[in-house]
C-alpha cells in the first residue's frame, strides 16, 4: 500500500522535498495546497494530486497518511493541531513556530495523541555526523563554537524573511540549522545570554527590522561552554562547528569533518543527500508506524526553538536566562 502523501505549501522547500520523495518507492502524492493556487497546481501536475487552496478543506477532503507542512514561520495558523486531530504523521519544517506557548501546546496534543512528526533539521542526517558524535563520546569535551554567516536571503526580496514579525529574524529562521547541530552533537543547553548588532542591512533594504549579527552564549547542561554567531552582513554562505577537546579540535564544515590531533589531522566527506536520507527516514518512520529512524521530531525542536526565542529575550533584558522545556 502505498504512502498517501499531501502537502501545505507548495514553495521553495517543499519542492526540493517533493523532488526527494518521488524517488522513494511506495509514495503517492494525493494533494497539493498553497495559498497561491499556481503553486498548488503546477506541482499537482509535476507530481500528481488534486490541488486546494485551503488546508482544512484538504484535509477534510483526502485521506492521508503523512502530510509535510513546509510553510513560513508567520503562516503555522491550525495546520499542525488539524493533523494531529486527524492522526496524520506530518514532517515540519523548522523553525516549528514563532510563538513558544503555542508550540508547547501543539507538543502537548502530539504527545496524548502519539503522532509520528519530523522536523526539518536536515543537518542530523549527515552519516559524517554520526560519526562526529561518536568519536566526541571517547573525548573529554570542554567548549563548542558554531557559525552561520550569509547574505541578506534572495537579496532582500522574500520580504517575509526579513520581517522581524514574519520569520523571526536571522537566529530563529536560519541560524537554527546550526544551533540544533549543536544541541545533537554536545547536549541540552541550560543558561543563555545574547548580543546582537543591527543598524546596517536596514538602511539598505527598507523592509529589514531584524538582527544584522547575533552572538549567543551557551552553557550546556553537562558543563560545555560555548558560543554561537550568525550574520547576514556578508555575501555567501558558511557554517561550520568547532568542538574543542583536550588534545583534539572537530571541525564540522558543510559535508567534511576534521579530527586534528596536532601531529595527525583526518578529514572525512560525506557524499550522501542529507535530505533524502531525511525523507527516507520520515517515510520509513511512517510505513511501521514506529519513529525510530527519525533524528528530530517535534518535541526535540521545541528545545531549539526555546533557544532561538529566548536569545532574543536575553539580548532585550540584558540578562542570562535559563532555559525550561
Ligand atoms: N530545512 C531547510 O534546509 C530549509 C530550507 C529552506 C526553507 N526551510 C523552511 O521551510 C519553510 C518554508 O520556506 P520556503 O523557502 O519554502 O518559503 P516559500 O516562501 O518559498 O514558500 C512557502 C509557501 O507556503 C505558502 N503558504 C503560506 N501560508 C500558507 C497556508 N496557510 N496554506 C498553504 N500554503 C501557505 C506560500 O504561499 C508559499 O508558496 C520555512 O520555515 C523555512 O525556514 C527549510
Redesign the pocket.
Known amino acids: 500500500m502505498d504512502i498517501r502523501i499531501g502537502f501545505?505549501?507548495?514553495?521553495?522547500?517543499?519542492k526540493a522535498h517533493m523532488m526527494r520523495l518521488s524517488k522513494i518507492e511506495g509514495i503517492k502524492f494525493v494533494s497539493m495546497?498553497?495559498?497561491?493556487e499556481n503553486?498548488a497546481k503546477e506541482c499537482a501536475e509535476i507530481y500528481g494530486g488534486n490541488p486546494y487552496t485551503d488546508?482544512r478543506k484538504m484535509l477534510d477532503n483526502e485521506k492521508l497518511d503523512a502530510c509535510y507542512i513546509?510553510?513560513?514561520?508567520f503562516?503555522h495558523?491550525g495546520?499542525e493541531e488539524e493533523c494531529i486531530e486527524r492522526n496524520i504523521p506530518f514532517f515540519i519544517?523548522?523553525?516549528i513556530h514563532l510563538d513558544l506557548e503555542k508550540a508547547k501546546m501543539i507538543n502537548e496534543k502530539i504527545k496524548e495523541k502519539n503522532v509520528i512528526t519530523s522536523v526539518?533539521y536536515?543537518l542530523r542526517y549527515f552519516d559524517i555526523v554520526e560519526q562526529l558524535k561518536s568519536e566526541i563520546k571517547k573525548e573529554k569535551i570542554g567548549l563548542v563554537r558554531g557559525k552561520y554567516y550569509g547574505e541578506v536571503p534572495a537579496g532582500g526580496k522574500?520580504l517575509?524573511l526579513i520581517k522581524k514579525e514574519m520569520s523571526g529574524g536571522q537566529l530563529i529562521?536560519?541560524a537554527t540549522?546550526t544551533l540544533d547541530l549543536m544541541r545533537y552533537i554536545c547536549g541540552d543547553v541550560e543558561e543563555i545570554y545574547t548580543y546582537k548588532f543591527e543598524g546596517i542591512n536596514n538602511k539598505i533594504y527598507p523592509e529589514y527590522n531584524v538582527e544584522d549579527a547575533l552572538t549567543l552564549i551557551m552553557k550546556f547542561k553537562n558543563g560545555i561552554i560555548g558560543n554561537l554567531t550568525c550574520t547576514w552582513l556578508l555575501k555567501g554562505y558558511d557554517i561550520d562547528i568547532e568542538i574543542v577537546g583536550k588534545d583534539v579540535l572537530f571541525l564540522f564544515k558543510r559535508n567534511t569533518i576534521e579530527i586534528n590531533r596536532g601531529i595527525k589531522v583526518e578529514q572525512y566527506i560525506s557524499n550522501i543527500d542529507p535530505m533524502y536520507e531525511e525523507d527516507l527516514a520520515f517515510i520509513k518512520s511512517v510505513k511501521e508506524n514506529n519513529p525510530k529512524y527519525i533524528k528530530s521530531d517535534y518535541n526535540d525542536a521545541l528545545k531549539t526553538l526555546e533557544i532561538t526565542i529566548k536569545a532574543h529575550e536575553s539580548e532585550q533584558k540584558g540578562q542570562p536566562i535559563k532555559l525550561t522545556v
Open positions: 501545505i505549501g507548495c514553495g521553495g522547500i517543499a495546497c498553497d495559498l497561491n503553486f488546508f513546509c510553510i513560513p514561520p503562516a495558523s495546520q519544517e523548522k523553525p526539518g536536515v522574500k517575509w529562521e536560519q540549522h
